[in-house]
């Protein structure tokens, strides 16, 4: 038995232990009559004490699933079916239930993240030096909450803070009112209304072959398909013969992709505009790391170009201030915002109305552009110094594309080595990596790396961890 109870389960070990053998007696790989090890074997095996090996036993056979004979031992029971046949069938459930399971992949990088012992490369997110703690507890003293504040929020989110959003958008160039917002709790929330509340299924979400969407389902879990493009002059006939008369969507991260980090072109832009207008298929426009490029350049989003409401335009402050605010927002048409502002109150009756108060603070005070001004400039140095270990490690073997903004670098190997069982083997070390299949099926040449997370210290014992892996 090569099975063990983890700590990293929110489940205690005896509970554990108790599932394992209900699962392994109902499947027959424990047949009826079996003798089962001693508690002092299965405390060895189990990695754990013998008190909670009796008390694991103890259990089982109050369930009728374990019989002792004395003198004899412990055996599975003659008729365990009464117990086994009154439990609901919930992995039989879980295979037929709508949301689709990630990759597995994806699933130890969500689990591992966890620990305080791993280097994460990869991470889409900022690391905790980097995170305004101090400014966001003094926001707290300094903001007042009358009780509505803290009540539920309005169906749209704060009004003061959707007015507000409205003049710091025109900054970026776009033209809104506040009924044309709707407050949410990030990018993940957007791509989930506009997946239940405007495609039908079997509708067609277009996007760029390596895109974050694969590393996510949900489109995929609501009846759609992913079909991956890469702007080509053929753009239109590809789009035209595969949406036909079914509804479809463009999904685009046009300032600093995720995962590559690439700026369009305004002609790109341009373009996936004017060829989505003339098809009537919508743009779903994700620009949470469009305030985050290092120099003064603008890069416009696609929305500046839109008067038909033709974009619904996502932002967040996950990226940009904290994750753990939760606040993001959609811009589109007064009919598709209260569409999903009407979801959105059926799923959780609203963002929370504390940090709507904090981000309405941060952007009347000019906290918020102040805030980026110095991120931009700490997530350079990072970016640099990412840089500066590739170029030592990885110069003869790989190539990218010097990060122009945000988290990441999109290393592409000569040789096709990021695989299930490298990113396995940097486990084992402690080092979370993000492969390239994650984000496009089958690409075992590209590694997403961040240098928004991981300390120096642990950029540079990971980078050479990984060299010295890829030389074994």
Known sequence: MEWKPTKESYQTYHTQIVNWFTERIACGDFPIGMKCPSQRALAVQFDVNRSTINTAMEELKANGLLETAVGCGTFIAQNPWPYLLSQPKWQQQINASIHKPNIETIQLINDYEQRQDMIRLGTGELALELLPTQALENSLKNITLSPQAIGYSEPQGNQELRENLCIHLKKRGIETTADNILIISGALQAFQLTAVGLL??????????????????????????????????????????LKRNRHGLFYAIPTLENPTGRIWTEKEKRDVYDICSK??????????????????????????????????????????????LRIGWIVGPKTVIRRLADIKMQTDYGSSAISQAILTHWLTTGLYEKSLVTLRQQLKIRADFLEQLLVKYFHHIATWTSPKGGFYIWLKFSEPVITKALFTAMLEQKIIIHPGYVYQPNDFHHLRLSYAYATFEQMEIGIQKLASMLTI
């Open 200 to 241: 039908e299924p079997g509708s067609f979400v277009f996007q760029q072959k390596a895109s974050y969407l694969n590393s996510i389902h949900p489109f995929q879990s609501a009846g759609m398909h992913l079909y991956g493009v890469d702007n080509p002059s053929n753009l239109h006939d590809t789009l035209a013969k």
């Open 279 to 324: 098809l009537s298929i919508p743009i779903l426009e994700d620009d949470v790391y469009g305030e985050l490029l290092f120099d003064e350049a603008k890069s416009r989003p696609i929305k500046t170009l839109d008067q038909t409401g033709q974009v619904l335009y996502v932002g967040s402050v996950s990226k940009t201030i904290s994750p753990g």
